[in-house]
T-cell receptor, first 116, second 111 residues
Framework: GAVVSQHPSRVICKSGTSVKIECRSLDFQATTMFWYRQFPKQSLMLMATSNEGSKATYEQGVEKDKFLINHASLTLSTLTVTSAHPEDSSFYIC????????????FGPGTRLTVL | QKEVEQNSGPLSVPEGAIASLNCTYS??????FFWYRQYSGKSPELIMS??SNGDKEDGRFTAQLNKASQYVSLLIRDSQPSDSATYLCAVTRDSNYQLIWGAGTKLIIKP
């Protein structure tokens, strides 16, 4: 149980293009999902908290117009990196909370983004 | 002072021995405590969660929590080379369930 998928697992794009990453909870409903970014040899950095049906809450320093988050259903959240640049190249990971009675986050496998 | 502190390592342990990983946290209001394992290039996977003082065992893993001393530890018995990874300590302290992460300890199990 508590499986989270991400798609795509890897993406390479040209500078200036937009990339959409999907995060799905496969066997549970997730009212809350989190988006993280991780640079090499660093710990996870929380980018935003996404609640189903409402606007995402972004962490300080994260540009909400650049990293668009949509949590339209209880099983799907998307992160769109708009006008990507090489400095956006990173490992993007989502996690999901399976409901009200637990505070345990389950992580997706991550998406490796490379911007050329 | 960081909110969650871990020794970055690497911690080198012979195969079959006990690996001991430690984590301290600064906020006494912290409520939930987690150990995640992360292999290189992969996302974190949950090993243990612990909420009350004392020990919690799951197979070869034992988590220990001491709220008075504000530390949480993870013991890995009969260490295997496959246990070689970075171990991340995380805590939550409020109702939005956000995790506060340590920087992680790199563990190397030597055959």
């Amino acid at each position: 149980g508590a499986v989270v998928s991400q798609h795509p697992s890897r993406v390479i794009c040209k500078s200036g293009t937009s990339v959409k990453i999907e995060c799905r909870s496969l066997d549970f409903q997730a009212t809350t999902m989190f988006w993280y970014r991780q640079f090499p040899k660093q710990s996870l950095m929380l980018m935003a908290t996404s609640n189903e049906g409402s606007k995402a809450t972004y962490e300080q320093g994260v540009e909400k117009d650049k990293f668009l988050i949509n949590h339209a259903s209880l099983t799907l959240s998307t992160l769109t990196v708009t006008s990507a640049h090489p400095e956006d190249s990173s490992f993007y990971i989502c996690s999901a909370l399976p409901g009200q009675r637990t505070d345990t986050q389950y992580f997706g496998p991550g998406t490796r983004l490379t911007v050329l | 002072q960081k909110e969650v502190e871990q020794n970055s390592g690497p911690l080198s342990v012979p195969e079959g021995a006990i690996a001991s990983l430690n984590c301290t946290y600064s906020d006494r209001g912290s409520q939930s405590f987690f150990w995640y394992r992360q292999y290189s290039g992969k996302s974190p996977e949950l090993i243990m969660s612990i909420y009350s003082n004392g020990d919690k065992e799951d197979g070869r893993f034992t988590a220990q929590l001491n709220k008075a001393s504000q530390y949480v530890s993870l013991l890995i018995r009969d260490s295997q080379p496959s246990d070689s990874a970075t171990y991340l300590c995380a805590v939550t302290r409020d109702s939005n369930y956000q995790l506060i992460w340590g920087a992680g300890t790199k563990l190397i199990i030597k055959p």
